[in-house]
Nanobody
């Protein structure tokens, strides 16, 4: 599975962006897909996951602001980000895996496939 993330950019605080992650090479309708982010000088952190296309998980800081979704017909996963804050500034990565369990969705080491990252900058 090859993942291509895009949609990042520069936005003012309070604004919105939608990130997309297009998958090729294999239909990933039954995969778990996720978004992680890494701010400069910090470790990669979990943002959101869609476990096997049904169960969603979010890190606390984005609950109510971010929404993960997937369009299986387009083999694409999205991250709708609203009410953006300067602390959301990071490089965002999409990830996918076919075999991880629910308890592992927040761990970046559990994912076999990664996109290249797309940069999000939120100005205050």
């Amino acid at each position: 599975v090859q993942l291509q993330a895009y949609g990042g950019g520069l936005v003012q605080a309070g604004g919105s962006l939608r990130l997309s992650c297009a998958a090729s090479g294999r239909t990933f309708s039954r995969y778990t897909t996720a978004w992680f982010r890494q701010a400069q000088g910090k470790e990669r952190e979990f943002v959101a996951a869609l476990f096997r296309g049904s169960t969603t998980k979010y890190t606390d800081s984005v609950k109510g602001r971010f929404t993960i979704s997937r369009d299986n017909a387009k083999n694409t996963v999205y991250l709708q980000m609203n009410s953006l804050r300067p602390e959301d500034t990071a490089i965002y990565y999409c990830a996918a895996d076919s075999s991880l369990i629910l308890s592992s969705v927040r761990s970046h080491t559990a994912y076999a496939y990664w996109g290249q990252g797309t940069e999000v900058t939120v100005s205050s």
